[in-house]
T-cell receptor, first 114, second 110 residues
Framework: NAGVTQTPKFQVLKTGQSMTLQCAQD?????MSWYRQDPGMGLRLIHY???????DQGEVPNGYNVSRSTTEDFPLRLLSAAPSQTSVYFC?????????????FGSGTRLTVV | RKEVEQDPGPFNVPEGATVAFNCTYS??????FFWYRQDCRKEPKLLMS???SGNEDGRFTAQLNRASQYISLLIRDSKLSDSATYLC???????????FGKGTSLLVTP
């Protein structure tokens, strides 16, 4: 049981490049989400999903796309990377849609956009 | 107004001390409350849920005051290993997403 797996752990992109951050969970959790964490800003919600085929925007969705074709996977796509997207990205999942059980987080992806 | 507010600290305390963190939240409809712990450059990990009647887990005690929209975490007999950032977490308007405070930094010194 691996929990929540994020890849890659580190990434450097040039401005304008696109990439996909991968997130997979093996706990059969319905709820998955993406957060970014910046110094002094705390964790901010980018997108979330309450099940396969269902996604919605969070607090800071601009510049990011998501899809949820399976229960296990929830990739985050950066369409055209900008320096403002330099951050640490965390994927999280929960078996409870209402979040009452708390989240399990992946170990994060540290992204630098130059 | 930020939905979840915490004193960022840092709190510097000696080993064995008792330390308390406070948190306020703005959404009176929130139903789920948590404390998470985050070590430097690591992912947040669930420390404990917070229940209306208050709850205890070893040296950690969490309290919830719905009327004042206030959550607290008390750590007794602090250990060096308790040094971390403590995040106050509350569910948001949609009921799905969790809103995180910016965290309170704790440093326990020998």
């Amino acid at each position: 049981n691996a929990g929540v797996t994020q890849t890659p752990k580190f990434q450097v992109l040039k401005t304008g490049q696109s990439m996909t951050l991968q997130c997979a969970q093996d706990m059969n959790h319905e709820y998955m989400s993406w957060y970014r964490q910046d110094p002094g800003m705390g964790l901010r919600l980018i997108h979330y999903s309450v099940g396969a085929g269902i996604t919605d925007q969070g607090e800071v969705p601009n510049g990011y796309n998501v899809s949820r074709s399976t229960t296990e996977d929830f990739p985050l796509r950066l369409l055209s990377a900008a320096p403002s997207q330099t951050s640490v990205y965390f994927c999280a999942s929960s078996y409870s849609i209402e979040g009452v059980s708390g989240y399990t987080f992946g170990s994060g992806t540290r992204l630098t956009v130059v | 107004r930020k939905e979840v507010e915490q004193d960022p600290g840092p709190f510097n305390v000696p080993e064995g001390a008792t330390v308390a963190f406070n948190c306020t939240y703005s959404n009176s409809a929130s139903q789920s409350f948590f404390w998470y712990r985050q070590d430097c450059r690591k992912e947040p990990k669930l420390l404990m849920s917070v229940y209306s009647s208050g709850n205890e887990d070893g040296r950690f005690t969490a309290q919830l005051n719905r009327a004042s929209q206030y959550i607290s975490l008390l750590i007794r007999d602090s250990k060096l290993s308790d040094s971390a950032t403590y995040l106050c977490v509350v569910n948001g308007d949609s009921g799905y997403a969790l809103n995180f405070g910016k965290g309170t930094s704790l440093l326990v010194t020998p």
